[in-house]
């Protein structure tokens, strides 16, 4: 196996960083090969513009996924941008590792969706979900917060973290460009506890990575359940 593993966070000695180690470690101990693309030690350039295109199909007017499935075909797509989609494209598993700011990924792990998944290479039409560019692969998120365990779930102040908070991340990023997803990895309240809980929930981690062939995916829409215009069917096949 082939993992290519995208850390964000700012810290080099943080929680989340450390989550990245016990990722890479373990996988290399189970025998895969791991890239890492950490964004901020890269300076990655999140912010997607005209100058992604550097032969544009059309100058006068910038409709950016028109302009990616041009650039993508043509292989006129900015150099940085070419390096991640070719690191996506080889792994078999992708794995996210950043800290959740504002119930949401950090700016910069955003920024590097909006420019590496690329319209047309990824998703487009009815390319989506299990028939999304990415289908075959699979992602994996080990992820911290500050809050604590009983504040996220359906009755919870916070609501449900994986399928109302981070839905947009999950399905709406992961998912709909055909990944299967893994049951995420969620470490509570880190700033706040101590060395001992900390050690205990990367233990957890490593464990949940050594059984990640087994470990739960998350319920995605299929499409043979809706039309040919993604109107959902009467009769859901």
């Keep these: 196996m082939h993992a290519h593993l995208i850390h964000a966070h700012p810290e080099p000695c943080s929680f989340v960083a450390a989550m990245r180690d016990v990722v890479r470690e373990t996988l290399v101990e189970q025998g895969a090969t791991v890239t890492i693309s950490d964004l901020y030690e890269m300076r990655f350039n999140p912010v997607l513009s005209a100058a992604d295109f550097p032969v544009r199909a059309r100058a006068d007017y910038l409709n950016c996924a028109l302009e990616q499935r041009h650039a993508h075909a043509a292989g006129t797509i900015a150099a940085d941008i070419r390096d991640e989609v070719d690191k996506v494209l080889a792994a078999d598993l992708l794995v996210f590792t950043f800290p959740v700011f504002w119930f949401s990924m950090p700016a910069i792990l955003k920024g590097w969706f909006d420019r590496v998944f690329l319209s047309g290479a990824f998703y487009g039409g009815r390319r989506i979900y299990g028939k999304g560019g990415l289908a075959g692969k699979r992602a994996f ?85 809706f039309d040919e215009t993604l109107a959902p069917r009467k009769t859901p096949r």
């Design 141 to 225: 998120a080990a992820i911290s917060l500050g809050g604590r365990r009983h504040m996220f779930g359906d009755d919870a102040i916070h609501g449900d973290l994986e399928g109302q908070l981070l839905r947009h991340f999950f399905q709406g990023t992961l998912g709909y460009v055909g990944l299967a997803v893994h049951r995420p990895f969620i470490a509570y309240h880190v700033p706040y506890v101590d060395e001992a809980e900390r050690t205990r929930m990367l233990a957890e981690l490593k464990a949940a990575v050594s059984m990640i062939d087994d470990r739960p995916f998350l319920p995605m829409p299929r499409l043979d359940d």
